[in-house]
């Protein structure tokens, strides 16, 4: 029987897995399908990870590369090229690798299985079917993990970080990126990598647009139409444009992998499609936690690092001290906020503060987050300068402001 088994070699597993480690676990293991340790990390070399963390600024794999290092020092167990095929909520991991099918258990486990990303099929993006639709990732793994071109002249649809990425990375390998195409009326992608990916390079982006025919000759993409949506979301009839290209990358969101999750009865949050989870980022089977992407999209390999450490923390707790919560109060949330993690949270616990994190699906110009009691009354209020869907917000509750809460709080934001 381990202390722990960690799902994912991710920076959200690593990072989980490590903390553990320095707060007593001894039994830790960390299982991971891919051949080897940093997760998505691996294919992102580009620089931008780690200026929180670690105040520099290193690429994907140097990041995961400090992770991996530290690992190396302790005799956490590393179990590569192994896929957990399902799990249960007694805390049961069923793996497979070339020795086989295994049942291995633990007294907590931690899912750190990360996302993966929408296809054409989940947009039904009309059109032909030939070569040169790719999404953003696979096509980010084709050149910087195998070293293949994917094409010449690229439109990508979508405008997260991604496909704002991979603009970049295309144009410096020669390609001729024609725009990128957003039906939002704003960005998906961060701030920082509209201006370094598109606007440094001349990449138009073209917002409440989509992709409304995809034509291919001999077998391979050859033209894209797109055309302006209003505000509903509706095709536009007489705004088409016709963009000459021979690859099309796809960056149209990712979906936590929570096939396993459902398996172990957790409850899943439909707006996020990750668990719902406490503030100490357990799941609603005691015992099992989560952290990074399979909870919900972050921006940043820094915060997901910093999640994992605090799922970690509470799984140590859970399996080496008496349980001490004896009530619950819920995370409510009003529009334009799409959800907010966590959903829950316990009380009483020792944090003298509770981070909330979330997305809004609207740009807001300064404003202000509010959070209330019950009675509708305020409790505490956050200013900013601006919010956007693009980047995760963050709240820091005060524990005493809400201790007395008995059934739950909500956080709304108003323009100023
Ligand atoms: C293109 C791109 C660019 C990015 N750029 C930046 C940036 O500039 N700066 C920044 O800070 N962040 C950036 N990020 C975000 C950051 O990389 C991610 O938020 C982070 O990698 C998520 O970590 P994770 O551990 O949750 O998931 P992942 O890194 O996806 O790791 C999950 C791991 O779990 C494994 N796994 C899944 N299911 C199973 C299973 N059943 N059995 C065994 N193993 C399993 C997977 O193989 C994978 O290794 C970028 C992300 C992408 C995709």
Do not use: W
Request: aromatic fraction near 6%.
């Amino acid at each position: 029987m381990y202390d722990l088994i960690v799902v994912g070699a991710g920076p959200a597993g690593l990072s989980a897995a490590l903390t553990a480690y320095e707060n007593g676990l001894k039994k830790i293991l960390v299982v991971e399908r891919d051949k080897e340790m940093g997760g998505i990390l691996n294919q992102c070399i580009h620089n931008g990870f780690g200026l929180h963390l670690f105040k520099k600024e290193l690429t994907g794999p140097e990041f995961a590369g400090r992770f991996i290092e530290k690992i190396k020092e302790t005799d956490i167990e590393i179990m590569l090229d192994t896929m957990v095929l399902d799990m249960d909520k007694n805390k049961n991991v069923y793996i497979l690798n070339t020795n086989g099918y295994k049942k291995l258990s633990a007294k907590a486990i931690i899912l750190a299985m990360g996302c993966r990303e929408r296809t054409r099929g989940a947009i039904a993006t009309p059109g032909d079917r030939g070569a040169g639709v790719y999404t953003a990732g696979a096509a980010q793994r084709y050149m910087n993990m195998n070293g293949y071109s994917v094409g010449n002249k690229v439109v990508i649809l979508g405008s997260g970080d991604i496909g704002l990425i991979m603009a970049r990375r295309m144009t410096l390998e020669g390609a001729k990126v024609l725009a990128c195409i957003e039906i939002n009326p704003y960005s998906a992608g961060l701030r920082r990598n509209i201006k370094q990916c598109l606007e440094d390079f001349d990449i138009p982006l073209y917002l409440s647009h989509t992709i409304t025919d995809i034509k291919c000759t001999n077998n391979r993409v050859s033209k894209v139409i797109i055309s302006k949506v209003d505000e509903a979301y509706n095709i536009i009839e007489g705004s088409e444009i016709e963009i000459k290209c021979d690859t099309v990358l796809l960056s149209i969101g990712l979906i936590p992998e929570n096939e396993l999750s459902k398996e172990a009865d957790i409850t899943i949050d439909e707006r996020t499609k990750g668990p719902v989870v406490y503030e100490n980022m357990e799941t609603s089977v005691e015992g099992i936690f989560c952290c990074g992407n399979v909870v919900q999209v972050h921006d940043l390999a820094d915060n997901v690092a910093m999640e994992a450490k605090k799922a970690a923390k509470a799984a140590c707790k859970y399996i080496l001290e008496e349980k001490t919560f004896v009530r619950e109060i819920k995370v409510e949330a009003n529009k334009p906020i799409t959800y907010t993690i966590p959903q829950k949270i316990h009380l009483p616990i020792e944090e003298k503060v509770v981070d909330i994190s979330f997305r809004t699906n609207k740009v807001l110009d300064k404003c202000v987050i509010k959070v209330t009691n019950s009675n509708g009354e305020v409790v505490c209020k956050y200013p900013r300068e601006y919010v956007i869907p693009a980047e995760l917000e963050k709240i820091n509750v005060p524990v005493s402001l809400i201790k007395d809460e008995q059934n739950s709080i909500t956080i709304y934001i108003e323009e100023d």
